[in-house]
């Protein structure tokens, strides 16, 4: 059974940077499409950020292209998420999800079936 546990959430200051980490076990980490998702109140979950298995390829929504920066090292079994320039609608709890796929970027949350707890960010103005 793959586990997937998020971590590095917390309350910055707009404009301020955090760091998040996916720390995967149980499974088969390297060989999958990994993705960031978050979820605002009163919001669906959306896309954030995807990474194929060697971090060779990567995909961004368009509200956090050019400010994040997802990667990931698959001897550690670990996925990164850097936020940098983060503004008030970053604000949001932040999920990182395994994809059913082995090779293709998807948006759709119901592309990945294995999904973390969750670590909420929050961004003061």
Known sequence: QV?????????VQAGGSLRLSCAA?????????MGWFRQAPGKEREFVAAINWNGGSTYYADSVKGRFTISRDNA????????????????????CARSKNLIVLRAEPNEYDYWGQGTQVSVSS
Request: proline share 0%; net charge negative.
């Open 3 to 11: 586990q997937l546990v998020e971590s590095g959430g917390g309350l």
């Open 25 to 33: 076990s149980g499974g088969t980490f390297s060989s999958y499409v």
């Open 76 to 95: 550690k079994n670990t996925m990164y998420l850097q936020m940098n320039s983060l503004n008030v609608e970053d604000t949001a709890v932040y999920y």
